[in-house]
């Protein structure tokens, strides 16, 4: 993808567009600010903003989204697999596991 950060294009793309999974870490992290914008700005769906969140570092307001919107599609499974990808990287894995 143009524009991503030096050294990130081997990195496995994270299923939103500007974000990828860096290898080391296992966490997603946003290697294209232009791209990711673009996308959630063209995106309806909630858990594409939590997924960002999550990228951007930011896990409390991920978290606060998360609950409204599993509130409202409790059913989602998108919203759940954020969920999972949220209490793993607060380091809640048993959690996280008993979600699935």
């Known amino acids: 993808m143009q524009g991503d950060l030096a050294g990130t294009g081997d ?3 994270a299923g939103f567009p500007g974000i ?8 997603p992290e946003i290697v294209n600010e232009d791209a990711c914008e673009a996308a959630l700005t063209a995106s309806t769906d909630p858990a594409d903003r939590v997924f960002v969140l999550i990228a951007e570092g930011r896990p409390s307001e991920a978290a606060e989204l998360l609950a409204e919107a599993r509130f409202k599609d409790p059913e989602s499974f998108q919203l759940r697999a954020c969920e999972a990808e949220l209490l793993r990287i607060t380091h809640r894995t048993d959690r996280a596991v008993d979600l699935f």
């Open 11 to 13: 990195w496995p793309e």
């Open 20 to 27: 990828r999974i860096n290898p080391l870490s296992l966490l």
